[in-house]
């Protein structure tokens, strides 16, 4: 079945550092990809998407590239702020199970920026 | 433009109770999905409803149940709870072609 793997956390970076945060995938078909962000107490936020490869999903200054060849979909940001720091959830849809089909989501990594 | 409404926001119940929580879709939106999260995990899919009907379900016992309304608003029924049903419960919405989930806040269910 599919699945989705994120890097293990929690991840504590200071304001203004280069954010990286893995997620690699596994699916039988074309899957379409999505980072969600889910603020302390609040339910999920969609971050950015892709739908097929090499797309660029991009969102408030963070990115993620559909890698078909590494089965990847990195979230990356240039310059974090405390403001940024949530708890980060990859996730993917398969379209063979039709429009808006189930999300699978990854176990998520909190990301924590001290000022 | 409301976004996706749930409710009760918190809710404890003993073992072996039934629960119901609400679902509001966001406007214009005509599918409502569920998902448990529990602690420190990320979202599991428990089913979607579109045009009043379960249209995809996930690994999860017959003890949940769902209903969607005509107005696409929609309700998750958990019968007989365990202990292991503590979880918050989120509820998305999204429309036809449009392949975006959108999320409530969410129902934290405590059940002791």
């Known amino acids: 079945g599919n699945s989705v793997t994120q890097m293990e956390g929690p991840v504590t970076l200071s304001e203004e550092a280069f954010l990286t945060i893995n997620c690699t995938y596994t699916?039988?078909?074309?899957?379409?990809l999505f980072w969600y962000v889910q603020y302390p107490g609040e339910g999920l936020q969609l971050l950015l998407k892709?739908?097929?490869?090499?797309d660029k999903g991009s969102n408030k200054g963070f990115e993620a590239t559909y890698r078909k060849e590494t089965t990847s979909f990195h979230l990356e940001k240039g310059s974090v702020q405390v403001s940024d720091s949530a708890v980060y959830f990859c996730?993917?849809?398969?379209?063979?199970?039709?429009?808006?089909?189930?999300?699978?989501f990854g176990k998520g990594i909190t990301l924590s920026v001290r000022p | 433009d409301a976004g996706v409404t749930q409710s009760p926001t918190h809710l404890i119940k003993t073992r072996g109770q039934q629960v119901t929580l609400r679902c509001s879709p966001k406007?214009?939106?005509?599918?409502v999905s569920w998902y448990q999260q529990a602690l420190g995990q990320g979202p599991q899919f428990i089913f979607q409803?579109?045009?009043?009907?379960?249209?995809q379900r996930g690994n999860f016992p017959d003890r949940f149940s769902g209903h969607q309304f005509p107005n696409y608003s929609s309700e998750l029924n958990v019968n007989a709870l365990l202990l292991g049903d503590s979880a918050l419960y989120l509820c998305?919405?999204?429309?036809?072609?449009?392949?975006?989930?959108?999320f409530g806040p969410g129902t934290r269910l405590t059940v002791t």
């Open positions: 892709a739908t097929k490869a090499d």
């Open positions: 699916a039988t078909g074309y899957p379409s």
């Open positions: 409803y579109y045009e009043e009907e379960e249209r």
């Open positions: 406007s214009g939106h005509d599918t």
């Open positions: 998305a919405s999204s429309w036809g072609p449009v392949n975006e989930q959108y």
């Open positions: 996730a993917l849809s398969d379209p063979q199970e039709g429009a808006n089909s189930k999300l699978t």
